[in-house]
């Protein structure tokens, strides 16, 4: 059963509702229950809850970062959302950090694009809860007051010295003014309020400062692509990922491979799904052939580790999931990559640059100017007997892997949702296998061969899954127990 009752999980109940929305954080679940308590869409309640993650929790995502989101309409088609910028067309070399590897923020952009096709609101409304809590203010937490003490080297190099987020105490009231007047201003005028005029010549100045070649043409050459997902058949259920530049295709490649290896016990099918994300991240520079990579079968050693390694360490990306009574459903990922992005900061609007440029590896995915590296964002939605699901969780490389267990426990070991989240979980890093203390298979897996590191439950590197669809007609959502994951309902 796909839903059981609403105490199914220890952890956090499934809810069902008018609208339905589970987001990184409490207040971007209460941003998106107010658009949809005021007849706002889906799309409406994601660009809230992701405006209110952007004034939050600025080490993971912002202003200055991209969105991808996967939406399925009230009529049943499904279409894909490209939030994510170019980098600079005099671009020849990307750097890891600094002024030089910053490509085009994409999320306002995305934000017009969602508001004018699918919203109901207007954009100002949208974004105002997020106004409100950057003009306020909002108290810093332990947590992030010792991100920004650990990356404050980087901050300061990149412009932010005089930032207040950097060194407010814990407990501090932080109030951030020209944040608050940028969203006002996006609100009001769209993408002209971003990518033209003072704060567009603030994100210019800012990079070249730190090295980098991005200019006022790049910004203004910027759109959001709209595209349909890449949309395969798995145990009978239709599968959307995100389309290139995204590697959700290699989601799709494991399980596509999970299908065709047959039925396994339960252990050994975590050992496989190990096997299988290892296999198919050797296809990450890749992934811009997009559905012809599901042809390529992934070799699985059933009885023992290949310890080939493929994914990496990497963090960060808030998650945003919504549905609505008029039956559409979002699943959203947005980030500016690393802590901070490239820390470039730009001081007249109150936020950091991504520095998605990184991403460029090998050819295929080389770097070149006015190019899209390889995104890590892997937002899904999975079609169900009975309506839909949208998932997304952040952790780079990680949210393959969890989905893929999340995916595995429901749809093919028959867990409720709940239940599926609230699960232990491993990941792979680097050919080891970090696995959740509480895992049943822990001591199994090693077994197999694998380089087991158990590590405490709930851990950050384990994702933080964000879960909202249809049920029979009705909205539902569920929100992972793990960081500050909600989910609400009106």
């Given at each position: 059963m796909l839903i059981a009752d609403s105490f199914s999980s220890t952890r956090r109940p499934v809810l069902f509702g008018n609208g339905a929305v589970s987001a990184a954080h409490p207040l971007a679940v209460a941003a998106g229950q107010v658009m949809l308590a005021a007849g706002g869409s889906a799309a409406d309640a994601v660009i809230a809850g992701q405006a209110v993650m952007c004034v939050l929790t600025p080490d993971d995502c912002g202003l200055g970062g991209d969105a991808l989101c996967v939406i399925r309409l009230p009529d049943g088609n499904v279409t894909a959302v490209n939030g994510t910028g170019a980098s600079p067309l005099h671009m020849v070399r990307a750097d890891d950090d600094g002024g030089n590897s910053v490509t085009v923020p994409g999320i306002v952009d995305a934000w017009q694009t969602m508001s004018r096709q699918w919203g109901r609101l207007p954009l100002a409304t949208v974004l105002a809860p997020a106004v409100k809590i950057a003009h306020d203010g909002a108290r810093r937490g332990p947590r992030l007051a010792e991100t920004f003490q650990r990356y404050s080297g980087r901050l300061v190099r990149g412009g932010a010295a005089a930032w207040p987020m950097l060194t407010a105490p814990v407990g501090s009231i932080v109030r951030q003014p020209e944040l608050a007047a940028l969203l006002a201003d996006?609100?009001?005028?769209?993408?002209?309020?971003f990518y033209e005029g003072p704060i567009a010549e603030g994100i210019v100045e800012a990079v070249h400062l730190g090295g980098g070649v991005l200019d006022a043409a790049d910004l203004a050459l910027h759109g959001t692509v709209v595209a349909a997902p890449v949309t395969t058949t798995w145990r009978g259920r239709k599968v959307h990922v995100q389309p290139p530049v995204s590697q959700g295709v290699l989601l799709s490649m494991a399980l596509a491979g999970e299908e065709r290896l047959g039925p396994l016990e339960a252990r050994q099918r975590d050992h496989a799904c190990v096997e299988l994300t290892q296999s198919s991240?050797?296809?990450r520079d890749r992934v811009s052939e997009g559905a012809a990579l599901l042809a390529v079968p992934l070799p699985?050693?059933?009885d023992r580790a290949s310890r080939r390694g493929g994914p990496r360490a990497y963090l960060h990306t808030a998650g945003v999931a919504a549905s609505d009574a008029f039956g559409m459903t979002v699943s959203s990922l947005i980030s500016v990559f690393d802590?901070?992005?490239s820390a470039i900061y730009v001081p007249a609007?109150?936020?950091t640059l991504n520095n998605r440029a990184a991403g460029f590896t090998s050819p295929p995915n080389e770097c070149a100017g006015g190019k899209r590296p390889v995104h890590t964002l892997a937002p899904v939605l999975?079609?169900?007997?009975?309506?839909c699901v949208a998932l997304a969780t952040p952790g780079a490389d990680g949210q393959i892997q969890t989905l893929l267990q999340l995916l595995s426990a429901i749809f093919v070991e028959g867990a409720d949702i709940a239940s599926a989240i609230a699960q232990p979980r491993w990941r792979n890093e680097n050919s080891r296998l970090l696995v959740e203390s509480a895992h049943p298979h822990l001591n199994g897996l090693a077994d197999y061969g694998h380089d087991v590191i158990p590590i405490e439950d709930g851990d950050p590197r384990f994702g933080a899954i964000?879960?909202?669809?249809?049920?029979?007609?009705?909205p539902f959502c569920c929100a992972d127990w793990r960081?500050?994951?909600w989910a609400g309902v009106v």
């Open positions: 996006i609100g009001r005028l769209g993408r002209a309020a991240f050797a296809y699985v050693d059933l802590n901070f992005g609007g109150g936020f999975i079609e169900t007997e009975h309506g964000v879960c909202a669809g249809i049920e029979q007609g009705q960081r500050q994951t």
